[in-house]
């Protein structure tokens, strides 16, 4: 796999699993035509009680309907209203039975719980699912960003680019073709610092991953992959 197919392999492929699990686990079930009784969620059997309607509808690119659905089949999964890091990690566990998806379904979730509080509620989830659905493509790529920037602090490392690589050959297994090489993380990280890391001081910027990401026709076409997905 070349390297832009590799520079957002996190994003365009395990995201795009990561919605397929959520549809297996009835979370995205597909949008009811008739609308729902209740004007706003129902809150009464969740520990975690999410925004209403209109706050969510305003923070997100979902209808109201959307919402409610999406609600439904998250509560139903999730009756506490928050999903935490080991239920994330048996979840994909089972569709890479072959490998360790451990620290990549780790380096996901972290993407997804923005106020870094240790658990998923169903606002975390649904924001980040409209930036990666329905968001423009700055924002998508802002989400890939943070992704890759582990420790948040404005910047990606070489160190941080390789962990991720690693659990993403690390998920997939050992058992694939043709074989990788122990060194095949580290020589997408290099590719991926030579073309995106501008001015050579050995991080890479927001605005350097910006810049380059969207002259990339490839980059961009896969930002497509996530459209009309519900």
């Known amino acids: 796999m ?9 994003m365009a492929v395990v995201v795009l699993l990561f919605i397929a699990v959520l549809k297996q686990f009835g979370i995205l079930e597909p949008m009811s035509m008739e609308d729902s009784s209740d004007s706003e ?21 979902f209808t109201k309907k959307e919402l409610q659905s999406l609600y439904r089949g998250f509560k139903n999964e999730c009756p506490t209203g ?22 990549y379904a780790h380096f996901l979730f972290n993407a997804f719980d923005a106020d870094g509080n ?3 509620h169903f606002e ?31 910047y990606i490392t070489k160190e941080e680019m390789l962990a ?25 990280v290099e590719r ?17 991953f910006l810049e380059t990401c969207q002259k990339d026709e490839n980059i961009m076409s896969s930002m497509q992959l996530f459209e009309n997905v519900i």
Not at 2 to 10: S, V
Not at 164 to 184: C, Q
């Open 2 to 10: 070349g390297i832009q197919g590799m520079e957002l392999c996190a």
């Open 41 to 61: 969620l129902e809150l009464s059997t969740v520990r975690h009680q999410p925004e209403g309607l209109d706050q969510l509808q305003a923070l997100t690119k």
């Open 82 to 103: 928050l999903v935490d890091e080991e239920t994330f990690k048996v979840i994909y566990s089972q569709f890479f039975p072959q490998g360790d998806a451990s620290t």
């Open 118 to 120: 240790g658990a998923i």
């Open 124 to 154: 975390d989830f649904v924001v980040g699912l409209s930036i990666l659905l329905r968001g423009t493509v700055h924002e998508k790529l802002k989400w890939a960003f943070n992704l890759y920037d582990i420790n948040k602090d404005g």
């Open 164 to 188: 991720i690589m690693k659990s993403i050959y690390d998920m997939m297994g050992r058992h694939t073709y043709p074989i990788l090489r122990e060194d095949a993380p580290l020589e997408h």
């Open 192 to 208: 991926f610092f030579q073309k995106m890391d501008k001015n050579q001081d050995g991080v890479v910027t927001i605005d350097e």
